[in-house]
């Protein structure tokens, strides 16, 4: 099976998991696609927060050969300070910041050495005047080590650190294929331009 646990890979920190049971099935649908992606029977998945979060951060998973790279890779967009830290020091995780991770930093570098950080607060960084350091809020992980780094920080922060002030419904899993817990919707992306045609549609089956 697709997600069968393999020898040599991290499994989730401690028990920090949240014991709610809807969390637990999301736990299951994320490993799910988490080894399909791996094997590359899913090319790709979104990860969104759930409605009225504070927490708005997106991770998107890919399997290798996607965008022309040789191994699996992962983004996360709207990262904190917070988040950052924690996914140093607690998961051990190395990413680059910056878009595409051309501008890659030191993961570490917006944190001072002991500092006392919130992992769900929205820390403003350094020289920035929003609630988000845009140059660093876009992570990249790069490879299968690094990638499952991030499925463990999902597993247990989420519903734990992350989206606990909001509704009681996990993040949203979006994929091109069947996963454990999964239900088959048909979305419509409509266009509107500005002419006399009538608006164009798009359907999508995830």
């Known amino acids: ?3 069968s646990a393999l020898g040599a890979e991290r499994h989730p920190v401690g028990e920090k998991k949240c014991a709610d049971p809807m969390y637990a ?16 029977s899913c090319s790709a998945f979104y990860v969104l927060p759930p409605d009225k979060s504070p927490d708005t951060f997106v ?37 680059t910041c910056g878009r595409g991770g051309l501008d890659p930093v030191d993961a570490g570098a917006d944190v001072e050495a002991g500092a006392d950080v ?8 350094r020289g920035v005047g929003g609630n988000a350091d845009e140059r660093n809020s876009l992570l990249v ?23 606990r002030r909001c509704s009681p419904c996990p993040p949203t899993l979006l994929a091109p294929v069947p ?14 331009q500005i002419q006399s045609r009538p608006p164009a ?3 999508l089956n995830l």
């Open 59 to 95: 991770a998107f998973f890919a399997a290798k050969q996607i965008q022309g790279r040789c191994e699996p890779f992962a983004v996360v967009s709207h990262s904190t300070v917070g988040m950052r830290h924690l996914l140093s020091k607690d998961y051990d995780a190395s990413f």
């Open 179 to 192: 996963f454990e817990g999964a239900t088959i919707k048909r979305h419509a992306i409509q266009s509107k």
């Open 201 to 203: 549609s798009l359907k």
């Open 25 to 40: 099935g999301f736990r299951a649908a994320l490993r799910d696609l988490v080894y399909a992606t791996y094997s590359g």
């Open 141 to 163: 992980f790069s490879g299968r080590g690094e990638v499952h780094s991030l499925f463990d920080f999902l597993c247990n922060e989420c519903g734990r650190t992350y989206h």
């Open 118 to 125: 919130d992992a769900g607060a929205d820390v403003a960084p």
């Open 1 to 3: 099976h697709a997600s």
